[in-house]
């Protein structure tokens, strides 16, 4: 509407101009050069206004004239832009779809029509690792580091050809180089944390995990925090105790279930001669996840007390949470120390019918220092073979007698407390068969030992390839999976992934299973 009434007024303004001008009629003489002109002033005024149009028209053309050579060398690189850009374009979708010779021939011209463009080196080490051209892959990313806006991407794809080729060193320094770009990038400070707990750096590996506290979420990153500190108490535990102390403390404070923290508190504060808050913790830990190594540290919360103490301080503990396997094996450790007998068999009563191994060992501990019967020691430790497995600190098909920071893989926090291959199989009780008839066969799945020096994969069962210790390699953008790197949720092919057992195998252990049902 206001353009309307401008576009009037404007018309207005130009009638009455008109009007005005032909209301005062006048002549205009020119005298040039012998020549004499005379006209009115309207015609003169279009004369004028020709004039104007004419000139303005001539320097246009010359103006054209001169530009011509850069406005066609703009239009040539507008052009070969265009091409650049539809060729990425090609190859990017020709890569996510998986064609491999659409996407080298758009990645070659790309690089020919866009030579420097980041997609267009993008592009080339996205082909290139398909076709599985490490080579031609690390070249693009090397030049993709050496710019501002492609750095951080350039790097991580050095990251991850480094990992590839297992270069640990160069992945190590291309992470420590995008962390010191850009301190807040989540892939750098969680490979810079793994290589610093794999160094058994805990104190790198804190500041490492600083710098990733805004990216983590809050129970996450307590967690995480509470292990590293008691790793490294533990790394501190004969150099400075009093340190180790304080850290252990904030251990517990920020993870009150973390089994090591609350019994490596329990023993420094009880050394500490701080007995009342050690029970607190331990109990506090008992509570959550009953567990024996808390037990372990009750049992010896106060230095130089005889048997019978701690077999009552036991029995106490185990009264908090009924029913749980961990306090009556506790209480009945304690009562064979106390040589209380009655007590001990009392408190395994109701797991002797389908007793786990640790019951079973117990049982024939009893039994040879109560009454010294060889028969009914034998007895129970031929149940102890059969029986069913008992937890225990397991990460990455790996059994440690003590608990770890980091598992064989390198994962923090990665040991478990359970059974031991418990996914692999059905777990039941076992069944125990008076007849001698009837002979009894329990499959039980192997367990294997882990020192604290370094870790044994679990044997082989049959022809069944345990899990590849390698960790995945994580492609740089998530639609591409590259030949050898099928990355996190693939389930590819690869001895980057466990693999599983053939058909055959598979009915064999079926058949097998059911005979026992």
Same mark, same amino acid.
């Given at each position: 509407?206001?353009?309307?009434?401008?576009?009037?007024?404007? @018309?207005?303004?130009?009638?009455?101009?008109?009007?005005?001008?032909?209301?005062?009629?006048?002549?205009? &003489?020119?005298?040039?050069?012998?020549?004499? /002109?005379?006209?009115? @002033?309207?015609?003169?005024?279009?004369?004028?206004?020709?004039?104007?149009?004419?000139?303005?028209?001539?320097?246009?053309?010359?103006?054209?004239?001169?530009?011509?050579?850069? $406005? /066609?060398?703009?239009? =040539?690189?507008?052009?070969?832009?265009?091409?650049? #850009?539809?060729?990425?374009?090609?190859?990017?979708?020709?890569?996510?779809?998986?064609?491999?010779?659409?996407?080298?021939?758009?990645?070659?011209?790309?690089?020919?029509?866009?030579?420097?463009?980041?997609? &267009?080196?993008?592009?080339?080490?996205?082909? &290139?690792?398909?076709?599985? *051209?490490?080579?031609?892959?690390?070249?693009?990313?090397?030049?993709?580091?050496?710019?501002?806006?492609?750095?951080?991407?350039?790097?991580?794809?050095?990251?991850?050809?480094?990992?590839?080729? +297992?270069?640990? +060193?160069?992945?190590?320094?291309?992470?420590?180089?995008?962390?010191?770009? $850009?301190?807040? /990038?989540?892939?750098?400070?969680?490979?810079? =944390?793994? #290589?610093?707990?794999?160094?058994?750096?805990?104190?790198?590996?804190?500041?490492?995990?600083?710098? =990733?506290?805004?990216?983590? $979420?809050?129970?996450?990153?307590?967690?995480?925090?509470?292990?590293? %500190?008691?790793?490294?108490?533990?790394?501190?535990?004969?150099?400075?105790?009093?340190?180790?102390?304080?850290?252990?403390?904030?251990?517990?404070? =920020?993870?009150?279930?973390?089994?090591?923290?609350?019994?490596?508190?329990?023993?420094?504060?009880?050394?500490?001669?701080?007995?009342?808050? !050690?029970?607190?913790? %331990?109990?506090?830990?008992?509570?959550?996840?009953?567990?024996?190594?808390?037990?372990?540290? #009750?049992? +010896?919360?106060?230095?130089?007390?005889?048997?019978?103490?701690?077999?009552?301080?036991?029995?106490?503990?185990?009264?908090? /949470?009924?029913?749980?396997?961990?306090?009556?094996?506790?209480? !009945?450790?304690?009562?064979?120390?106390?040589?209380?007998?009655?007590?001990?068999?009392?408190?395994?009563?109701?797991? @002797?019918?389908?007793?786990?191994?640790?019951?079973?060992?117990?049982?024939?501990?009893?039994?040879?220092?109560?009454?010294?019967?060889?028969?009914?020691?034998?007895?129970?430790?031929?149940?102890?073979?059969?029986?069913?497995?008992?937890?225990?600190?397991?990460?990455?098909?790996?059994?440690?007698?003590?608990?770890?920071?980091?598992?064989? +893989?390198?994962?923090?926090?990665?040991?478990?407390?359970? @059974?031991?291959?418990?996914?692999?199989?059905?777990?039941?009780?076992?069944?125990?068969?008076?007849?001698?008839?009837?002979?009894?066969?329990?499959?039980?799945?192997?367990?294997?030992?882990?020192?604290?020096?370094?870790?044994?994969?679990?044997?082989?069962?049959?022809?069944?390839?345990?899990?590849?210790?390698?960790?995945?390699?994580?492609?740089?953008?998530?639609?591409?999976? &590259?030949?050898?790197?099928?990355?996190?949720?693939?389930?590819?092919?690869? *001895?980057?992934?466990?693999?599983?057992?053939?058909?055959?195998?598979?009915?064999?252990?079926?058949?097998?299973?059911?005979?026992?049902?």
């Amino acid at each position: 509407m206001i353009r309307i009434v401008l576009f009037l007024i404007s @018309v207005l303004a130009v009638a009455w101009g008109f009007a005005w001008v032909a209301d005062r009629p006048g002549e205009i &003489a020119i005298t040039w050069m012998g020549y004499r /002109v005379e006209t009115s @002033v309207i015609v003169a005024a279009f004369a004028v206004a020709a004039l104007a149009l004419v000139i303005l028209a001539i320097w246009s053309i010359v103006r054209l004239i001169l530009h011509s050579p850069e $406005q /066609v060398s703009l239009f =040539l690189r507008h052009r070969r832009a265009i091409k650049g #850009y539809l060729a990425i374009s090609r190859g990017l979708i020709a890569v996510g779809a998986g064609d491999l010779r659409l996407a080298r021939r758009s990645a070659d011209d790309a690089a020919r029509l866009s030579p420097g463009d980041p997609l &267009a080196l993008l592009l080339t080490a996205q082909s &290139a690792q398909m076709a599985g *051209d490490s080579v031609t892959a690390e070249r693009a990313f090397r030049d993709m580091s050496t710019r501002d806006d492609t750095k951080l991407l350039g790097l991580r794809g050095l990251y991850i050809e480094a990992q590839r080729r +297992n270069d640990l +060193n160069a992945a190590r320094l291309a992470a420590e180089e995008a962390a010191k770009t $850009q301190p807040g /990038v989540v892939w750098a400070g969680l490979a810079l =944390l793994d #290589y610093r707990c794999a160094a058994k750096d805990w104190s790198g590996a804190l500041d490492a995990l600083d710098h =990733l506290k805004s990216a983590l $979420q809050k129970p996450d990153y307590r967690r995480k925090r509470a292990v590293l %500190l008691v790793a490294r108490a533990q790394a501190l535990e004969d150099i400075d105790r009093d340190t180790s102390r304080a850290l252990v403390l904030e251990s517990v404070k =920020l993870a009150p279930d973390l089994v090591p923290a609350a019994a490596l508190a329990g023993r420094r504060l009880s050394e500490a001669g701080d007995v009342r808050k !050690a029970r607190k913790i %331990l109990e506090a830990a008992w509570a959550i996840n009953p567990h024996p190594d808390i037990a372990e540290s #009750y049992a +010896n919360v106060r230095l130089g007390d005889s048997a019978r103490e701690r077999l009552t301080r036991m029995q106490k503990l185990a009264e908090k /949470v009924p029913g749980q396997l961990e306090g009556a094996l506790a209480v !009945a450790r304690a009562a064979l120390d106390a040589r209380e007998f009655a007590t001990a068999r009392a408190a395994l009563a109701p797991y @002797v019918s389908a007793p786990t191994r640790r019951v079973a060992m117990l049982m024939s501990e009893i039994e040879e220092a109560d009454q010294g019967d060889q028969g009914r020691v034998r007895e129970w430790m031929a149940r102890a073979m059969r029986a069913s497995g008992d937890p225990a600190w397991t990460a990455d098909g790996a059994v440690a007698e003590h608990w770890l920071p980091v598992s064989p +893989n390198g994962r923090l926090d990665g040991f478990e407390w359970k @059974v031991p291959l418990a996914e692999i199989g059905d777990a039941r009780p076992v069944i125990e068969v008076t007849p001698p008839a009837v002979e009894v066969i329990t499959l039980q799945a192997p367990e294997t030992k882990l020192n604290t020096a370094s870790a044994t994969p679990p044997r082989k069962a049959g022809r069944s390839k345990g899990p590849d210790m390698r960790r995945p390699v994580e492609p740089v953008i998530p639609l591409v999976h &590259a030949p050898d790197d099928p990355g996190p949720d693939s389930g590819a092919d690869g *001895d980057l992934m466990p693999k599983l057992s053939t058909s055959r195998e598979s009915d064999g252990w079926q058949r097998l299973r059911r005979l026992f049902r």
